[in-house]
């Protein structure tokens, strides 16, 4: 990782994306979610999806994630269309998603295993994981023995472990507190700093979305309404967040998004 | 003169929290340990007692309620007799109880794994559900006469009807949130059903193999009441021809106690092969709110 690799901007267009999201419409019976999404994903880019409640956003990654098909279009990864689950794209869950019958580690070195990598070999990959997601010593512990905050960190490990293509998140720290919320948060980016995943992140918090994303898709009634560069520096530090450009910002997506959705009220 | 609170100088006379009151009742100390089997114990042996003095008094007749002595007698006198007729039980439960619970937990994962096995058999099995077991045992005696295989096939019977329906509704149950966490590491159809799917079934399937096994003693004993010659069923159905009630009451005693020593052993076992589940391993208030452990 070059030092100059962190002022390259992103989201710019750089051969072919990591994730396209071609004319993709779902439709759950007569409810349309959303029509003909057209969105594109860089490699290393952090992407947050926005919205309020019931826009589609959730349905949008887990149509990603390949969990049901989309009525209309195409998703690919890498240039290959989507079919289903994989672990090219590994996803960290809203709710408690970690297996509570197997201990920290096990959870942890859970892909590798699948993957039939040797025990010696998945072993130490997991501890690393553990350590990195700041567990270390709690590797025998059952799920059941952590809070809610470590379990969320066991998630994101396990997740991290498989080396997805494109690390999908669905609002995974809006179950926790403030203060355990903001130091995963930044815990989560010092790590996506050292290793440069493509992520599709999912939350309806704008402060989350600008301080960790690249850029902010804002989605409306059934399409996407916004596309917000992120302008700050990375490392990003605390500073960022309570930053009045951030603020600002956030104020601006909020009001916009205030707007749209009347709009759509009334034009309904 | 009240109590007074050494730190906050507050009188200790207001209600003690009840959480205080549960952690006392689970300290694992000598006394607290005491304290609970004379508990355990305390509503048998009323039982017992109130029994005895009733034989004692003499109030019903022997034929009745027997004298808990006589009871005594019998096993003196019979005991190599009823050991060989409670261990012919004991197989006939085991295998029975193995055989269709094996049989169920197998017809209920597949169940949830192939479409095509449910569409083949979902009618048949739930046609076949309500059927009453009993029911079924002179056309088992038709088909397997008298002895050892009418006898095991309708405790497994009995226990694959009980255990294919447990299981089926513990995988329909299965979180879909740890499906969907397992295919996003890459897990394979088998995958899922090996690291998702079973483990988080055993506590369901441990209940229906507790229940079914409830189910298989009664099962046995009406199976060798009508089609043997031999096993505890058959020494009560002898008894009860001599009008001896001491004999009925000891075998039904029997057979009680065969039944709890198995139940209490799969709690063991289903704690011992559970330390993920918070229902099994912690002691706290909320465990102890929903009724304890295990």
Redesign the interface.
Known sequence: MLAGERIVDRTQQSGMPKLSVDGVSMAFGDHTVFKGIDLDVQAGEFLCLIGSSGCGKTTLLNLIAGFMPPTEGEIKVSGRVVHGPGPDRAMVFQDDAVFPWYTVLQNIEYGLKIRKLPKDERRTQARELTELVGLGGREDYYPAQLSGGMRKRVDVARALSVQPEVLLMDEPFAALDAITKARMQEEFLRMWENRETTVVFVTHDIEEALFLGDRLILMGENSIVRETKVPFERPRTEEVRTSPELQGMRREVIEYNRSVTRDGETGT | MTAMDNRTGKSSASPRPVRHQIVRANADGVAARIRRWILVLSVPLAFFALWYAVAEAGIVGRIFIPHPETILERVTLLWRELLVAVWVSIQMVAMGAFIGSVAGIFIGLLFGFSRLARELFELTLDTIRPVPIFALIPLFVLWFGIGLMPQVALVALGVFLILSFTTIEAVRNVPR??V?????????RI?VYR??VL??I?PEILLGVRFGLIAAWGLDVAAEFSSSSEGLGYFMIVRGQYLDTAGIVLSVLLFCGCAIIVDRALRYIGRKC?????RV??QDFITELLGGRG
């Open positions: 949130i740890f969907r966490a397992a295919l996003t590491c890459g897990a394979s995958d690291t998702v483990p988080s055993v559970m330390p993920w589940n918070p391993t912690q």
